[in-house]
């Protein structure tokens, strides 16, 4: 593993492979009656979110807290950065305090690259989101929900998705998971296709290592999974589609689309939903959704990249059983 996590392209195949199967031993965790391991024990890592969070905060503060680091959560609201700090005046607080990771979520793409180069902060880095740039654990979690569905939880291990076809459907545009989605998943292998309007795509898109398609419903029969993207009307400047109901007409995906996928398809959607628009509750709430499953990978995700940047270089249950025989 790298010292830092910014991208999803940073990653090559074994890193990613070595984030899944770690992933799978800290979900056993999970199952246990006290779910906690002493692995980060006298570590502390902050939560520095200039942008609002719910799912990615949450879940990284239990992955640390369940791997026993000490937690500091920073939010810009009623924080200096309010009254005007600067991004390096914060790190330089934090390197003062002496932590040893910072999880930073910025509205600004490139901010996370930034501050681990910069000289600016001796800590670990995890991109938690960048403007529309990268979400690489969103990327991972996604990536682990997928093994574990189309290849299986015990046989997954030490495997990647090799010839699965993924579809990502949506506001690619401002969409940091897709273009995460789009390189962890060329890395481990899989076939990936884009499926939205021409103006909610980004220019220079035929240079990314997928296929892009403008009719849903051609796609839908030959898809192992598909992820439904929300419409990010926060970071739209201007109408990129006609109405609402146009939109989901054309790319929407509803019961009826959803009875044209293969029997094992999956669907998955990076959360949160607009129920009604990019998908109907009678998909959300089917078995075939993945999105509570995703939010509980997640956890077992961002503790298992927490546990490889800061020190593991042994299976972690392994190492979290000695730690317990030492005491």
Known sequence: MQRHLISAADLTRDDAVLILDTAEEMARVADRPIKKLPTLRGRTVVNLFFEDSTRTRISFEAAEKRLSADVINFTAKGSSVSKGESLKDTAQTLEAMGVDAVVIRHGASGAPYRLATSGWIDAHVINAGDGTHQHPTQALLDAFTMRRRLVGRDTGLGQDLSGRRITLVGDVLHSRVARSNVDLLH?????????????????????????????????????????????Q???????????????????????????????????????????????TAEVADSERCTVVEQVTNGVSIRMAVLYLLLGGNEPALTQAARTTEEK
Request: aromatic share 6%; net charge neutral; glycine share 6%.
């Open 233 to 279: 009307r926060e970071r739209m400047k201007a109408a990129f589609f006609p109405t609402e109901r146009e939109y989901s007409r054309r790319y929407g995906l509803d019961g009826e689309r959803m009875r044209r996928m293969p029997d094992h398809a999956i669907v998955m959607h990076p959360g949160p939903m607009v129920r009604g628009m990019e998908i």
């Open 187 to 231: 890395t481990l292998g899989a076939e990936v296709t884009l499926v939205a309007p021409p103006t909610l795509l980004p220019v220079g898109v035929e240079a990314w290592p997928c296929e892009v398609s403008y009719d849903l419903d051609r796609t839908l029969p030959k898809s192992d999974a598909v992820m439904m993207l929300r419409v």
